[in-house]
């Protein structure tokens, strides 16, 4: 079963227009939502959580259609993390543990006092006083504690030192390991989407250009260094995106579209995002 | 909804204390040195802005955007304003019965004004502003309901800074009229209540329709 699937959601907004955004996360997996700034990333959070509401297209999670009342029930197995996550600037970890105790059926009272003491944060502390990245843990501990099946966060590591990054990406880790938990995470930082996630898709102007498996993105696309005379050798459909400078051409190539013989070298995705997003400018 | 009323518990706390010192400040003031209809007023018109003020903090932090990735509808975020302006509107009329009271206690047992009769004229400014303004609010955000929420706290000052020259002990012929008539106040008070439940559900529409 998908954990979310979206089939050709859209929005329009004055000067921004998502189109036909389509995706699936199958239960288990982490998917990395990647683009540029305005990219659309935010809106299709939004839109899944019916934060904004769509003009066409539908949203499934854990199978189930979220239109109508739906979604609120679902809501239940939904943790959230945003990039400012939202507590009120009064309020400690401890008040926030009986704020959400109010609020999620399955809270876990004890779970949420474990991350918070294993993330070093003082259970008196106001919220407005943490630091960014303290902020962000609490909220990540919250989204962890009440049992979600489906993590969503939006550039919740955009705010962290390395350290707590990659503390952050093993608690990531670790809550996938159960079978039925699943993420989705937007990231600009596309190091620890490479590092992460099963599945990449890439968001480009509101729309997707790229939704895959991340190994097969990797077997599928490679990296060519060749003259601008070799270049012309290569088929237009095979190049996804190029850099030209003094010294020859850098193009990112799709592997089984270009000429036997030349040699291709490995391409990460962070490259390959650069490749796309500098294609057509 | 037990969340978000703990929530704004703990918020009220902390940012609405001024509120409740100058309410019971001006209550006492109105009880003991027998005042005019501004001082007794006055506490209902702070408190009424409670739950808008809320909602500010809450816009501040993001809290509205946050809550909405929470399993609650957007009519249980609404729900919880207009309960605590009700809530509020409640306490004040407890601590007009309380202050007018021990003021005639002290005073040697006579009370200048029935304070049910004076409560019961109070209801109407305790609900009122929240029944206009948290519409406004929720469907355009502190930021631009904030000409409405400035005008309206003028409007009210306004009158009660003219109903002021008639003084509580002095019996002002406004007074005693309606005090003669409570079925008039009665009448005044469930018009507030019935303003304040259309308001609540015109906000529930309006903020069910509101993007972030």
């Known amino acids: 079963m998908n954990a979310l699937e979206l089939k050709n959601l859209s929005k329009t907004y004055k000067g921004f227009k998502l189109q036909n955004v389509s995706l699936e996360l199958p239960q288990g997996c982490i998917m990395g939502l990647i683009g540029e700034n305005g990219a ?150 596309v190091t620890d989407l490479e590092k992460l996630c099963d599945y990449i898709c890439f968001l480009k102007r509101g729309q997707v250009v790229l939704c895959e498996e991340k190994d097969a993105i990797l077997e599928k696309y490679g990296v060519i260094r060749c003259s601008e005379k070799d270049m012309k050798i290569i088929p237009p459909e095979a190049v996804v995106g190029v850099k030209h400078s003094p010294y020859g051409v850098e193009a990112a190539v799709k592997r089984t579209a270009v000429p036997a013989g030349m040699s291709v070298g490995r391409l990460g995705i962070e490259e390959l995002f650069v490749f796309m997003v500098k294609e057509e400018k | 909804m037990k969340g978000l009323l703990i929530k704004d518990f703990y918020m009220m706390l902390r940012y609405c204390r001024t509120f409740f010192i100058i309410a019971i400040v001006f209550e ?84 200048s004004v029935n304070p049910g009769i004076l409560a019961m004229m109070l209801i109407p400014v305790g609900l009122i502003p929240a029944a206009i303004l948290l519409p406004v609010i929720f469907w355009l955000g502190t930021e631009k309901g904030r000409i409405a929420f400035y005008a309206v706290i003028v409007i009210i000052c306004a009158f009660f800074g003219f109903l002021g020259a008639d003084s509580l002990d002095a019996g002002s012929d406004v007074i005693k009229s309606l005090a003669m008539r409570p079925q008039v106040l009665l009448g005044a008070d469930l018009i507030a209540l019935a303003l304040l439940g259309i308001s609540w559900l015109a906000a529930i529409g309006l903020y069910g329709k509101r993007e972030f």
């Open chain 1, 40 to 189: 659309g990333k935010t809106t299709v959070i939004k839109l899944i959580l019916d934060i904004v509401k769509k003009d066409s297209g539908q949203v499934y999670i854990m199978g189930e259609n979220t239109d109508g009342e739906n979604l609120r029930e679902l809501k239940e197995d939904i943790g959230v993390v945003l990039d400012d996550v939202g507590c009120p600037e009064c309020i400690t970890p401890a008040q926030f543990d009986r704020i959400m105790a109010g609020t999620f059926r399955r809270w876990d009272s004890e779970k949420y006092r474990g991350l918070i003491s294993k993330f070093g944060l003082e259970d008196n502390k106001r919220f407005g006083e943490m630091s960014k990245g303290m902020k962000m843990k609490m909220g990540i501990a919250a989204a962890m504690s009440h049992g979600a099946k489906l993590l969503i966060l939006d550039e919740a590591t955009s705010g962290l030192d390395p350290v707590a990054r990659d503390e952050v990406i093993d608690m990531l880790y670790e809550y996938t390991r159960d079978p039925v938990h699943s993420v989705l995470i937007s990231s600009h930082i």
């Open chain 2, 28 to 111: 006492a003031a109105a009880a003991f040195l027998g005042d005019g209809m501004f001082l007794v007023a006055y506490p209902f018109i702070i408190c009424s802005v409670i739950p808008m003020n809320l909602l500010s903090y809450d816009e501040k932090s993001r809290w509205t955007l946050y809550s909405c990735t929470m399993p609650y509808s957007r009519g249980q975020l609404v729900s919880v304003k207009y309960i605590y302006a009700l809530i509020m509107c409640f306490a004040c009329v407890v601590l007009t019965v309380v202050a007018q009271f021990a003021g005639a206690a002290v005073a040697g047992g006579n009370l």
